[in-house]
């Protein structure tokens, strides 16, 4: 049993070590997720290494039987490291169903496409925002009925306003410029779902919101229409990279508790 525990660990450890530097490797991105992924590896591994030999490499001579105390300290740490698994594991499968299970309903019913917005460069959408618009542009197509709002404002290195560079982005590609709507002011995803509910009903908008964004990103975005009074609230997703999903899902669990804990939300 105990050898068995022991590969596990060293697997998971492996996995979230590649998982930490690829984001940095392959598209030289480094945010918390990545460095959570890195600690929880190199935590994993130093644990394993030091398991039994920690006492005698620090206290060489010292009694066998009087290691308790390291018994103790090192249970404790494979106690939080394994807790921390499981509600990942747990967070996982809630984050999964929001965002690959929850798709809107074929019945015929008004809905509203509501797309997060994301980092936008110089030469226009970054990858991310792109596969949200690709996703955005395969539902309006198939619904042309369906108005839509662009949600985000301008960060600091951002050329134009998130919103500004996806209604560009929908316009160019066939979107009537008459059924986009723009939301510039949000910097995070509680104001996008704030300031998108403003629009929707000054406007008389359908209140059955499609989110589009992330899967990952799904839940949190539900949370927080479910905190503007939306009740009918599905996910469409767009394309992750596959080497960035692990640490922008790490972060995002760190996202979701804070929206529960901090700002009232509810995840069921």
Known sequence: MKRIVTVLALLTAVAALFF??????GYRIFHLGVLLLLLYGVGVVLLLVFWDAFPDMMFPGYPKEQHRWWRIIRGILAGCLALTVAGGCVLSALMLRAGRMNPPPEDGAPATVVVLGCLVKENGPSLMLRYRLEAALDYLRLHPEAPVVVSGGQGKPEPMSEARAMAEY??????????IYLEDRSTNTQQNLAYSAEIIRQEGLPERLVIVTDGYHQLRGRIYAGTQGFTQVYGWSGKTPWGLLPSYGVREMLAIGQAVVLKGGRIW
Not at 20 to 25: I, M, S
Not at 170 to 179: S, V
């Open 170 to 179: 929908l316009a160019a590609n066939g979107i009537d410029e008459t059924r």
């Open 20 to 25: 930490g530097l690829a984001p940095l490797a």
